[in-house]
C-alpha cells in the first residue's frame, strides 16, 4: 500500500508539474454537500440529476438502518456508478495513508496495492483524498481533470407513478353515485324511518 499519498506520482519525471489539484470540501462539512460538489465539478451535467438522486437514496437508506456514513464509503459508492471509477484515498494522522481503495460500475470496491494505485493514476485516474486530520479536506486529484460519466445501465429506474385511474362508463358512474347516496341517506337516518300518517 501507499505510505503517503505523494508516491502515486514520485519520483515525477525531471521538471513535471505535480498532479493538478482541487479542493471539493472541509472536513467538518457535511459529506453529502462534498459529494455534491464532486458531481458539480466532474459528473457532466446532462448525469448530475441521477447521480444527486442515487447518493440521496443511498444516504437515506444509511439513515434508516442507523449505518453511520463516512466520507470514503460515500465516495466509493458514488465511484461504483461511473464507467471508469476512481481511487479513493484516505490519510491517517501525520500525513500517512490510511486505505487506498477503487471501483467502477459493474465491480466490487478493492483495496489496492501501491504499484496498482500507481498504474492506475498514470493512466489517468481521478484520485479523491479525504484528510480530516491534516488539511481537513477533501480534494480531487489528477493529471488532468476532465469529465467522469456514470454508466446509466446500472442506475436505478425512477419510481414509477401510480397507474391513471381507467377511466368510467356512464352507466357505471351514475351506479356509483346511486350508492354513494343511499350509503348516505343511511348514515343521516333517513332510509328506512317510520312513515308519518
Request: overall charge positive; aromatic content about 6%; proline content about 8%.
Amino acid at each position: 500500500m501507499l505510505r503517503f499519498l505523494e508516491d502515486l506520482w514520485s519520483p515525477l519525471p525531471h521538471l513535471e508539474p505535480a498532479p493538478e489539484t482541487k479542493q471539493i470540501a472541509q472536513t467538518s462539512d457535511d459529506i453529502a454537500q462534498a459529494v455534491v460538489t464532486f458531481v458539480d465539478l466532474l459528473v457532466p451535467k446532462e448525469q448530475q440529476k441521477a447521480a444527486y438522486a442515487e447518493c440521496e437514496c443511498r444516504r437515506t437508506e444509511n439513515l434508516s438502518n442507523g449505518r453511520p456514513e463516512t466520507y470514503r464509503d460515500a465516495f466509493l459508492h458514488l465511484a461504483s456508478l461511473t464507467t471508469a471509477g476512481f481511487i479513493v484515498v484516505t490519510i491517517a494522522s501525520g500525513g500517512a495513508v490510511k486505505s487506498v481503495d477503487t471501483c467502477k460500475a459493474g465491480v466490487e470496491a478493492r483495496m489496492l496495492p501501491r504499484d496498482a494505485a500507481r498504474a492506475l493514476f498514470k493512466q489517468g485516474m481521478v484520485v479523491v483524498v479525504v484528510d480530516c486530520f491534516g488539511t481537513m479536506s477533501v480534494t480531487v486529484r489528477a493529471w488532468r481533470l476532465c469529465p467522469i460519466r456514470l454508466d446509466v445501465e446500472r442506475l436505478r429506474p425512477p419510481a414509477e407513478a401510480a397507474p391513471a385511474p381507467a377511466p368510467i362508463s356512464a352507466r357505471r358512474a351514475r351506479a356509483r353515485a346511486l350508492s354513494a347516496a343511499a350509503h348516505a341517506a343511511l348514515l343521516n337516518g333517513m332510509w328506512g324511518s317510520p312513515q308519518s300518517p
